[in-house]
């Protein structure tokens, strides 16, 4: 069974204790990125390469990217400015 080529669900198998849906996602958006790099590579005049090139521009319109997602709304609270300075008190 392909992971997500075919069928964006089918990650839900792989999910087990040592294995969240973070890491299914991590390693799609890691092959998403390789394959952005064949597909956008100098072409060479190599039949195989041209092939592998072809392969991986197929592969990344048949996919979708797991970090186009819709998020909600951010809370009032978490547009504020964030200060992490560290205020010790003296005794």
Wanted: hydrophobic share 40%; charged share 25%; glycine share 2%.
């Amino acid at each position: 069974m392909t992971l997500t080529r075919n069928n964006p669900l089918a990650k839900q198998i792989w999910i087990t204790d040592p294995l969240g849906p973070g890491d299914i996602d991590r390693v799609i958006i890691e092959w998403r990125s390789l394959f952005r790099q064949i597909a956008h590579a100098p072409d060479l005049e190599w039949p195989r390469w041209r092939a592998l090139q072809a392969m991986a521009k197929i592969t990344l319109n048949e996919t979708e990217s797991p970090t186009l997602t819709d998020l909600p709304p951010l809370e009032f609270h978490q547009t504020r400015r964030v200060d992490h300075r560290l205020i010790l008190r003296r005794h």
